[in-house]
């Protein structure tokens, strides 16, 4: 089976609803965050630290290629996969690459009693972070003709219309 690959700002709900769309197609989920987590010993906010952004943009890049190779996962990817274009060409090689979208409000409300985005910062002026970026990135999720905008909707809504989309393209 084709990967199935959700895209999205932070709190847009690729990891639960991920988990539940694995659950329900019977393939394995995969938490890219997660992988790197373990490599490394760290977590992401320590590896932002220690090593900075682009270190941790590296080792992102190196995990999209060796996802891309392989099939029958479903994997929740980091909001900034889609800052290098690399990405989603591989990921579109073997898998369907859904964009989950959320409104700044929403994923403000999703993500603000969360400490592991080292992006977003403390909890002061949380919102007007996630505005700005956003803006930023608007432009390369709206690029992504599979979408679905989260924002109103509950993790088994989410995930009954990525299922949807991703049966429709996998001529499931
Ligand atoms: C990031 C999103 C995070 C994580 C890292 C950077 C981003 O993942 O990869 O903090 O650039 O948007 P989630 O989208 O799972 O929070």
């Known amino acids: ?20 769309a694995a659950a329900r197609l019977r393939m394995t989920f995969v ?14 906010s320590k590896i932002f630290e220690a090593k900075g952004e682009a270190f941790f943009r590296l080792q992102e890049r190196a995990l999209v290629r060796e996802l891309a190779d392989r099939q029958d996962r479903v994997i929740a990817t980091g909001g900034g996969v889609v800052l290098n274009p690399n990405n989603l060409r ?9 964009c989950c979208w959320v409104d700044a409000k929403v994923a403000h409300e999703r993500t603000k ?14 919102l007007v972070r996630i505005e700005a970026l956003l803006r930023e990135r608007a432009h390369l999720y709206k690029a992504i003709p599979n979408r679905v905008d989260t924002s109103a909707m509950s993790v088994e809504q989410q995930t009954d219309e990525i299922l949807r989309i991703y049966k429709q393209q996998a001529g499931l």
Do not use: C, W, Y
């Open 31 to 44: 938490d890219m965050d997660e992988i790197i987590e373990k490599r490394h010993g760290q977590t992401i």
């Open 1 to 20: 089976m084709k990967n199935l690959v959700l895209v999205g700002f932070m709190g847009s709900g690729k990891t639960d609803a991920g988990k539940l």
């Open 113 to 126: 009693n969360t400490k592991h985005r080292p992006l977003l910062g403390g909890q002061t002026d949380r």
């Open 90 to 98: 591989d990921f579109n090689r073997t898998g369907i690459v859904i």
